[in-house]
């Protein structure tokens, strides 16, 4: 979730007091959910290049029939194909080829605290940019969240064995690669571009970019129609991811990318909660604790960020 302040896009109507943060719950819940249905479909044996193209090319033909039934088109202008590309390959179909492979090998609930990273990487990769000005305070906040993060890997913490370390680094490129893609959505997204749209040509540029690598992997695997519990998981997975996304990019424009960047703690928590309702996974206490740490330095980053912003309105 970026941490940037982006333009207005399309024209916006504001929601009802309740319904911003009704929704904004609601998308972290469905956000959650994804991980522990991945992990059962890729251990139910679809292969992980396989199950990544599936879930983009699915998602895409979902979101453009919405699209279409509500007569709109997918713009194809270049603009909109280079923030299709770059978003569906560095937001999309990197961070998801990684995640199917790591998440056989660590719980649900740990991928999803390791993933809340994104928005510390995003101010790190936008202050090396020099798109970000330095600020104490969300400097504070990102070595908090980093020091989580080495409560992550670091030897008797909070690992489940030894032997997931390798996994769980891997499990940072995730956090990293959608860092990048917010620094391309904040600068390269056309102010003319609604949601649906960006999500359908984001997720159809992620299924095209894997294909090749199905194709060269020879993990062709039909799983339509749907038979089995594993095939179902990851049609569950598409309807959630989609809902997820088309609710995120809706209210970014209308409730702003601080408040909307509150969606990582819900999307934390649900994916321990998840974990924990579909396989009883017991997280050690250090991965609360890096937990905490985590979700504290995205706080104070969000809070600096505000702090900033208001100060640069007040005037003179």
Known sequence: MTALVQPPLVPVRPLAPWLGPALLVLSGALWGITFPLSKIGIEGGIPPFAYGCWAAGLSALAL????RLKG???????????????????????????YYFYIPHMPAGLAAVIITTS?????????????????????????????????????GSALPSPDALPWVLLA?????????????????????????????????????????????????????????????ALLAQVACSCS?????????????????????????????????????EQ??????????????GVALVNLGGYRRRAKGSAPA
């Open 244 to 280: 997820a996304h088309l609710i995120y990019l809706t209210l970014m424009p209308r409730l702003g990318p601080v408040y909307m960047s509150q969606v990582g703690y819900i999307v934390t928590l649900a994916g321990i909660l998840w974990g924990l309702i579909f396989f009883g």
């Open 119 to 155: 928005p510390l990487l995003t101010l790190v990769l936008a202050l090396l940019l020099a798109i970000e000005r330095f600020d104490l305070l969300r400097a504070i906040g990102v070595a908090c969240g980093f020091g989580g993060a080495l409560m992550l890997v670091l030897p």
């Open 64 to 67: 453009l029939a919405v699209m």
């Open 72 to 98: 709109q088109r997918l713009p194809l202008g270049r603009a909109h194909l280079r923030l299709y590309f770059v978003v569906g390959v560095f937001g999309q179909a990197l961070p998801n080829i990684a």
């Open 172 to 232: 940072f490129s995730t956090p990293f690669f959608y860092a990048g893609s917010n620094i391309a959505m904040a600068r390269l997204r056309p102010r003319d571009l609604g949601a649906p749209a960006m999500a359908a040509g984001m997720f159809l540029a992620s299924c095209l970019f894997q294909l090749p690598a199905v194709a060269i992997s020879g993990e062709w695997r039909m799983i339509l129609p749907p038979s089995q519990p594993h095939e179902w």
């Open 283 to 296: 997280l050690s206490p250090w991965a609360y604790g890096a937990a905490a740490a985590i979700l504290g």
